[in-house]
């Protein structure tokens, strides 16, 4: 069955440039989560929808990170003007709702150069 | 605010080993409390959750986990391992009956399992 689904599995960035990350959620989903994963940690928080409406945004690390689900489904993380400790491993997560496990992506991995 | 501690970074077993890996979680309420597996090259999957009930929880793969609220643990065991169970291990929390329940996530703990 179809899993949460996120583009490119891997991105490379020039730091300075900006980058957004795709995440399409198992359909019918009402809420979706980001999470960053540093090397050697566990997911931190980043921010949380509830269809269209981006409910919690307390773990975005600055101003650069911007997040968008405008209908309700796919979501874009994007992030700008790109820094090296911006490089990590980039989750995102998808519940029924926002009581239900979430099921997460592969993940993209972005690295700043 | 939450936090979750997993004592072990790394373990090395050998095969048919027992396995007891420990999490404990500071929270003021009440919690739902996860297991999430990785296995290489693979996303994040639920391994047994706990939201109420009995505290002893059974999860895929003959894992199970036990809820102990006064020690606020929530350790993950195996009787048996196997090479296939080969992972890194999430324990993770977040708050019960709260809309937007993001998970707080310990650091992980890298199991391998020695043929």
């Known amino acids: 069955g179809a899993g949460v689904s996120q583009s490119p599995r891997y991105k490379v960035a020039k730091r300075g440039q900006d980058v957004a990350l795709r995440c399409d959620p198992i359909?019918?989903?009402?809420?979706l989560f980001w999470y960053q994963q540093a090397l050697g940690q566990g997911p931190e928080f980043l921010t949380y929808?509830?269809?269209?409406?981006?409910?919690?945004k307390s773990g975005l690390p600055s101003d650069r990170f911007f997040a968008e689900r405008p209908e309700g489904s796919v979501s874009t993380l994007k992030i700008q003007r790109t820094q090296q400790e911006d490089s990590a491993v980039y989750l995102c997560?998808?519940?029924?709702?926002?009581?239900?496990?979430?099921?997460f992506g592969d993940g993209t991995r972005l690295s700043i150069l | 605010a939450q936090s979750v501690s997993q004592h072990n970074h790394h373990v090395i077993l050998s095969e048919a080993a027992s396995l007891e890996l420990g999490c404990n979680y500071s929270?003021?309420?009440?919690?739902?409390l996860f297991w999430y597996v990785q296995y290489p090259g693979q996303h994040l999957q639920l391994l047994l959750k706990?939201?109420?009930?009995?505290?002893l929880v059974k999860g895929i793969k003959g894992f199970e986990a036990e809820f102990i609220k006064s020690k606020f643990s929530f350790n993950l065991r195996k009787p048996s391992v196997q090479w296939s169970d080969t992972a890194e291990y999430f324990c993770?929390?977040?708050?019960?009956?709260?809309?937007?329940?993001?998970?707080?996530f310990g650091g992980g703990t890298r199991l391998m399992v020695k043929p």
């Open positions: 997560a998808s519940s029924l709702d926002g009581n239900q496990p979430q099921h």
């Open positions: 359909s019918g989903h009402v809420s």
């Open positions: 929808f509830q269809n269209e409406a981006q409910l919690d």
């Open positions: 929270y003021g309420g009440t919690v739902n």
């Open positions: 706990y939201f109420s009930g009995d505290p």
């Open positions: 993770a929390v977040n708050s019960r009956g709260n809309a937007g329940n993001m998970l707080t």
